[in-house]
């Protein structure tokens, strides 16, 4: 519509879905909003869940580094064959695994999930490098699910001046300060935080 702009919004694997829209299907959009989304390359924030004590909160440091290892083991199995399809990666993975000693019941289930393994295969760095309208990505420096510094300090290498890039102090991974979190406190999204992606949008010319 004339007047009109017509933009991209995604949180975190939403943001995963947004990427990909405007790389694979070329979008013809005005802008992109990316609300705590995965930014490092080949699963890396599987990893950083895991140091975060995402999953488990008792993790002892003996079974964090165990699983870390695990799990940097399949993310660099999958990166080398990210051109593979869901089954023969599954192979591949059980096989390479075990020449490097892991049992079937340490891994079985992580890699048996097509969506793990999908997920750990993304890289859409040069997507972000060469993005050519503007982009909001917005996070907080409290969220144990994405990696605040790391993606940020991605974003800010590629130089691309259509990128801008904030960490809302105090904030979630939800862009809220709410604790503890319940369920239907995950789209209560701070008010600085909304105030910010609306102005941002409303700047796009």
Known sequence: MKGKKLGLLGHSLGGLATIDVYQRLKADV??????????????AD?????????YDRALTAKKTKATTGLWESICSIVAKNSDKGQI???????KELKK???????????????NNT????????GAYQHIGIPMLYIIGPNDRHVNPKRSTEILKGFHNDHIKTLVMKGLNHYLNDIAPLKLSDIYRINKKAHDTIIGFVQSVD
Do not use: C, H, M
């Open 88 to 94: 023969e990666l599954y192979k591949i993975l059980s």
């Open 30 to 43: 005005d802008f992109l909003v990316q609300r705590a989304t995965p930014i490092e390359k080949y699963g």
């Open 118 to 125: 999908e997920i750990i295969k993304k890289n859409y760095e």
């Open 100 to 114: 490097k000693g892991y049992k079937r019941r340490e891994f079985g289930w992580k890699i048996a999930y097509p």
């Open 46 to 54: 599987f990893i950083y869940q895991i140091v975060q004590d995402y």
